[in-house]
C-alpha cells in the first residue's frame, strides 16, 4: 500500500492499531510503534492474544511488510503521524475505506530508546558467531523476528547467570553441566559468555537426543570452541561428565528430571545450580488437604498448585543442603508459561529451618514421599522429614 510505504519511508508513523480481526486471526489487536535499538531505528509490533502479549522488533521494510499483511487480517487500522490519523476501514465485502482525520498528536515522530535493548549482554545489532550460527540473528547480527524470544531468553539467563558466579574463586575453572541441553542454544551462550569475560569455563552438554548433539557439535567445531565445549549422550543420572561438575545448569528439565539434576549436585558438591523446572507431575494426584479442597477439585487449579508445591520443596531441599536460593522470573510470561528459574549458590544459612519447613509442608498436604527426598536421602543418608 503506497500508503505504508509513505509513511515509513519518511519516519513519519507514530503509532500503528491494528483490531477487529478478521476470520481466524488469532491476534486480537497490534500496536506498533518506532524504537531505537542502539543507533537502529525499528518498529515494534505488540500483538496480543488474548492475555497474552508477545513483540517483534522489526526493520523499516519488515515492518512496512508486516502492516500491509495485517490490513488484510484486520476490519479496522489507525494510522497516526504528525499530519493526521489515517482511518483505514474494511467492508464486509472487502472494500478498504481511507478516512483523514486531524492528529491525535501533532508533535513530531520521536522513536523511543529500547530500555531492555541496552543492558543486554549480546545486544541486537551486534554481530556474534554463535548467535548466526545457531539461526538467531543474520550475518549482520540483527535478530530475526521469529527468533525474538530466544534472543531473549539467552541474554536473561546470562543475566541470572552472573549472579551466582561470587562464589567461585576469581581463577578457579568453571566445570559446567548443562543437562538436558537439547539444541545447546544457552550452551553456545556460556562459552561465549565466559570467553568474552576471560573466565576459564569448561562447559558439557547433555542430552539423549544423539543426533541433536552430533549437529551441536559440528557447530562448535566450525566456530573453533571444541576445545572450551563439547557434548554427551546421555541422561542426567548416568551421563560419564569428563569433570567433575562445579555449576549445574538444567533448564526445562520435565517432570523429575530437575531433582535428578538437584541430586547430581548434591554428589558433586556442585557450588550453584541454574534450574527451570517443567511439567511437574508427580504431586499432581498425591495433595491432600479438607481446608483447600475446592482448590484441589478442579485440574487446572489442582495443577498449578502441585507445581507451586513442588518447586516450593525444591527451593527447601536445596537450602537444607546449603545453598542460598532464589525463585526467580526467568523469562516474562509473554514469551513462555514456563518461566520460573530456581537459582542456588553456596553460602546458605537456613538448614534447619528449612528441613523444618519441609516436614510440615509434607504434613500440611498429607504427602507421605516426594522423589527427590527419597533421592537425597540415599546418597546422603539423611532424612529430610
Request: glycine content about 6%; overall charge positive; some cysteine.
Amino acid at each position: 500500500m503506497e500508503l505504508i510505504q509513505k509513511l515509513i519511508g519518511g519516519k513519519m508513523l507514530q503509532k500503528a492499531v491494528f483490531s477487529a480481526p478478521d476470520g481466524q486471526n488469532e491476534i486480537s489487536r497490534v500496536d506498533l510503534r518506532p524504537l531505537l535499538i542502539g543507533s537502529a531505528y525499528r518498529y515494534q509490533a505488540e500483538e496480543r492474544r488474548g492475555t497474552q502479549v508477545s513483540h517483534k522488533n522489526l526493520t523499516p521494510a519488515e515492518a512496512a511488510s508486516y502492516m500491509e499483511l495485517s490490513l488484510l487480517t484486520f476490519r479496522n487500522a489507525v494510522l497516526f503521524t504528525p499530519d493526521c490519523d489515517y482511518h483505514i476501514i474494511k467492508s464486509k465485502k472487502g472494500k478498504v475505506s481511507v478516512l483523514r482525520k486531524p492528529p491525535s498528536n501533532p508533535e513530531p515522530v520521536e522513536a523511543r530508546a529500547h530500555d531492555r535493548e541496552k543492558n543486554y549482554f549480546f545486544p541486537d545489532g551486534v554481530h556474534e558467531e554463535f548467535l548466526s550460527a545457531l539461526g538467531i540473528t543474520d550475518a549482520r547480527g540483527h535478530v530475526h523476528p521469529t527468533r525474538r524470544n530466544k534472543f531473549v531468553q539467552i541474554n536473561r539467563f546470562i543475566e541470572l547467570l552472573t549472579n551466582v558466579l561470587d562464589v567461585f574463586d576469581i581463577d578457579e575453572t568453571l566445570n559446567i553441566a548443562d543437562f538436558g541441553c537439547g539444541k545447546a542454544y544457552l550452551t553456545f551462550a556460556m562459552e561465549a559468555f565466559f570467553r568474552r569475560v576471560g573466565r576459564e569455563a569448561r562447559i558439557t552438554g547433555v542430552d539423549v537426543k544423539g543426533p541433536v548433539l552430533d549437529e551441536c557439535a559440528k557447530i562448535a567445531a566450525r566456530l573453533g570452541v571444541g576445545g572450551r565445549l563439547g557434548f554427551i549422550s546421555g541422561t542426567i543420572q548416568n551421563a560419564a561428565l569428563p569433570n567433575k561438575p562445579n555449576l549445574i545448569v538444567a533448564l526445562h528439565a520435565c517432570d523429575t528430571a530437575t531433582d535428578d539434576a538437584i541430586v547430581r549436585a548434591a554428589a558433586t558438591g556442585a557450588k550453584a545450580l541454574l534450574l527451570a523446572p517443567c511439567c511437574q507431575h508427580e504431586l499432581q494426584h498425591s495433595l491432600q488437604n479438607a481446608a483447600l479442597e475446592p482448590l484441589l477439585r478442579y485440574g487446572v487449579q489442582r495443577d498449578k498448585l502441585a507445581t507451586l508445591v513442588t518447586d516450593t520443596l525444591r527451593a527447601l531441599v536445596l537450602e537444607s543442603m546449603g545453598y542460598q536460593v532464589e525463585v526467580l522470573e526467568f523469562t516474562p510470561a509473554e514469551h513462555t508459561a514456563k518461566n520460573v528459574m530456581i537459582r542456588a549458590k553456596a553460602g546458605g544459612t537456613r538448614k534447619q529451618r528449612a528441613i523444618d519447613e519441609i516436614a510440615a509442608l509434607m504434613k500440611h498436604f498429607d504427602l507421605e514421599g516426594f522423589y527427590l527426598l527419597n533421592s537425597i536421602a540415599k546418597i546422603k543418608g539423611q532424612n529430610l522429614t
